[in-house]
């Protein structure tokens, strides 16, 4: 079956970009200087690390299926269970795509900056790959426990912001915004950011 | 089986707490005024609705084992499959955990932080059973395929934090920092921020 091939390669793809993403975010955590900021990266990172621990159980599975072609062949329980490890990682791969999304607003360096977002792309694409795919293998499900196709993303306009342009120019993340405070701020006095948001005028770069 | 009928009554309470937390921070979300305070929130509830939408499965096949009292003459298979699914929720419990702690950092009223900090705390009670529970039936299972029961917390002291504590003085959350900032900021005008950070003072509080 070509679906499980395509699927092999995907999901190889992506827990490169997990590891990627982890030497990225990683000095971040290091260097956060309050618990917050800590939380929220170590968090990040820490469901990174549980969808690789999946992807390592589940990728070996897909390449035994691959090269002893034993695909074809399978019981449509064990089909039910394939579909639903893969439409788990497809919801895997979205989650992905929001985190390194938020994590553009985070960094200010260009060559990072166009990592993320060639990550992101990327991901994105894979995702409406494997989405296709766990449809077109449903399809093949004689029993009643299809996968669930929902997406969440009703009534969200959230996915349709262009966030490489917007964190451009936005304040930048969780960790950037509180330690721009505390460079500044001396304990707990009052004191002048540093530099002016400009939420407002990103009202109209939505697209 | 009695851990059939617990695990139940867990994610029974876990669905309901789902509900109150999307609650809470369903108006953050129409609230916030730029895009990286919109994108943060609604991936926090997107994962939130996935996790909803496993247990809306689980629950009632949980409750039919239960009932049925099917549980004793399960096959090593469908044991097998189950402890994989209980397994997943486990890391979906440990996941709710955070959220609700980094949601701590956003709320300044004590009536909701009470509220976060009780589902917090009855969250990470319940993550604990689960995982006692997923260790215990593995050992029923005579093949190989045991669940991993690796939290990926080893070296992280970030969950002895009392982020209850540390967030009833940090800088209130990222649509907290970013509205004050607006509030105070027309456009891209520098300004001063309307209370000083105390990061520095809040070194010394983690336990």
């Given at each position: 079956?070509?679906?499980?091939?395509?699927?092999?390669?995907?999901?190889?793809?992506?827990?490169?970009?997990?590891?990627?993403?982890?030497?990225?975010?990683?000095?971040?955590?290091?260097?956060?200087?309050?618990?917050?900021?800590?939380?929220?990266?170590?968090?990040?990172?820490?469901?990174?690390?549980?969808?690789?621990?999946?992807?390592?159980?589940?990728?070996?599975?897909?390449?035994?299926?691959?090269?002893?072609?034993?695909?074809?062949?399978?019981?449509?329980?064990?089909?039910?269970?394939?579909?639903?490890?893969?439409?788990?990682?497809?919801?895997?791969?979205h989650?992905?795509?929001e985190?390194?999304?938020?994590?553009?607003?985070?960094?200010?360096?260009?060559?990072?900056?166009?990592?993320?977002?060639?990550?992101?792309?990327?991901?994105?694409?894979?995702?409406?790959?494997?989405?296709?795919?766990?449809?077109?293998?449903?399809?093949?499900?004689?029993?009643?426990?299809?996968?669930?196709l929902v997406d969440h993303d009703e009534g969200h306009d959230v996915h349709q912001v262009?966030?490489?342009?917007?964190?451009?120019?936005?304040?930048?993340?969780?960790?950037?915004?509180?330690?721009?405070?505390?460079?500044?701020?001396?304990?707990?006095?009052?004191?002048?950011?540093?530099?002016?948001?400009?939420?407002?005028?990103?009202?109209?770069?939505s697209m």
């Amino acid at each position: 079956m070509q679906e499980i091939s395509q699927l092999h390669a995907i999901f190889e793809r992506t827990s490169g970009y997990i590891n990627r993403f982890m030497g990225l975010i990683q000095p971040v955590i290091d260097a956060a200087e309050d618990e917050h900021t800590r939380l929220y990266y170590h968090h990040i990172l820490e469901e990174e690390e549980q969808r690789l621990d999946r992807l390592k159980e589940l990728l070996p599975y897909l390449q035994s299926l691959s090269s002893g072609k034993k695909a074809d062949g399978l019981s449509d329980r064990e089909l039910s269970r394939l579909l639903s490890d893969v439409n788990l990682e497809r919801f895997g791969l979205h989650n992905f795509r929001e985190h390194l999304e938020l994590a553009l607003y985070e960094f200010q360096d260009e060559e990072t900056r166009l990592d993320l977002d060639r990550m992101r792309a990327t991901t994105h694409e894979d995702y409406l790959t494997v989405k296709e795919t766990v449809a077109k293998l449903s399809e093949r499900l004689s029993d009643v426990s299809h996968p669930s196709l929902v997406d969440h993303d009703e009534g969200h306009d959230v996915h349709q912001v262009d966030h490489f342009k917007v964190s451009a120019t936005a304040p930048k993340g969780v960790a950037a915004v509180i330690n721009r405070h505390t460079d500044a701020a001396p304990a707990a006095q009052p004191a002048p950011s540093k530099k002016g948001l400009t939420v407002g005028s990103l009202k109209g770069q939505s697209m």
